[in-house]
C-alpha cells in the first residue's frame, strides 16, 4: 500500500456527464500528480499541483481540470465525458515538487464511459 | 513516431529464466531513465532508476543504459511467479535552469512467469 488513497475505484456513467475523482496523497506529501493510463497512450501526464498551486501542465484536456485543496487532498474534474476519456486515472504524490519519478502512486480509478 | 517505444509484449517465460525488457527512444536529451512494475489492478511503482548510460544492480534486476543506441533494458535473473507484472520504461530530461522534465513513459510490457 502506497499510502495514497483514490476514490472511487470504479466510475461507470454515461458521456456528455462530468465526474469528479479525488485523491489524498499520502501523509506529509505537498505534491500531486495526476496521471492517465490507457492501452493505446499508455500512462500520460495530467497535471501537477504542489501545496496548493498548479506545479505543471501535461496534455490535459480544456473538458478537464484539477485543484488541490488546502488539506492537500485533490480532485480531478473530467466533464463532456466522451467515449474516448474511458481510461485508469492515477494520482500519485510527494514531498518535494520533482522529480517525478520520487512520487508513489495510488491504485487508480477506472472510468468507463459509455 | 513516439519518443519511447516498448513492445507490448505479452512475454510469457518459464520461472527461472532470464527475462530481458527493453525500450528504445529518439530523445538524445533523455539521461534519467528508469523501469516501473504495475501488478494488475494497481499503480505503478519505482523499481529502478539510472542515470546516464551503464548498468545498475538491485537484487536479481539489472538496468542498463546505452545511450548511443537510444536503448534500455531491465533483466530479471531467477524469474519468480510474482514478477508477474507489467513493466513500464520511463525517462526525463534536465530542465531549463535546473529540475527535470515531466517523465515520458512506455505503453508497457507485460509478464508472465509461468511456474
Known amino acids: 500500500d502506497s499510502g495514497v488513497t483514490q476514490t472511487p475505484k470504479h466510475l461507470i456513467t454515461a458521456t456528455g456527464q462530468r465526474v469528479t475523482l479525488r485523491c489524498s496523497p499520502r501523509?506529509?506529501?505537498?505534491?500531486v500528480y495526476w496521471y492517465q493510463q490507457s492501452l493505446d497512450q499508455g500512462l500520460q501526464f495530467l497535471i501537477q499541483y504542489y501545496n496548493g498551486e498548479e506545479r505543471a501542465k501535461g496534455n490535459i484536456l480544456e473538458r478537464f481540470s484539477a485543484q488541490q485543496f488546502p488539506d492537500l487532498h485533490s480532485e480531478l474534474n473530467l466533464s463532456s465525458l466522451e467515449l474516448g476519456d474511458s481510461a485508469l486515472y492515477f494520482c500519485?504524490?510527494?514531498?518535494?515538487?520533482?522529480?517525478?519519478?520520487?512520487?508513489?502512486f495510488g491504485q487508480g480509478t477506472r472510468l468507463t464511459v459509455v | 513516431q513516439k519518443e519511447v517505444e516498448q513492445d507490448p509484449g505479452p512475454l510469457s517465460v518459464p520461472e527461472g529464466a532470464i527475462v530481458s525488457l527493453n525500450c528504445t527512444y529518439s530523445n538524445s536529451a533523455f539521461q534519467y531513465f528508469m523501469w516501473y512494475r504495475q501488478y494488475s489492478r494497481k499503480g505503478p511503482e519505482l523499481l529502478m532508476y539510472?542515470?546516464?548510460?551503464g548498468n545498475k544492480e538491485d537484487g536479481r534486476f539489472t538496468a542498463q543504459v546505452d545511450k548511443s543506441s537510444k536503448y534500455i533494458s531491465l533483466f530479471i535473473r531467477d524469474s519468480q511467479p510474482s514478477d508477474s507484472a507489467t513493466y513500464l520504461c520511463a525517462m526525463s530530461a534536465a530542465g531549463r535552469g535546473g529540475g527535470y522534465q515531466k517523465v515520458t513513459f512506455g505503453t508497457g510490457t507485460k509478464l508472465q512467469v509461468i511456474p
Open positions: 501523509s506529509g506529501d505537498l505534491s
Open positions: 500519485a504524490s510527494s514531498v518535494t515538487p520533482g522529480p517525478d519519478w520520487e512520487a508513489f
Open positions: 539510472t542515470y546516464s548510460s
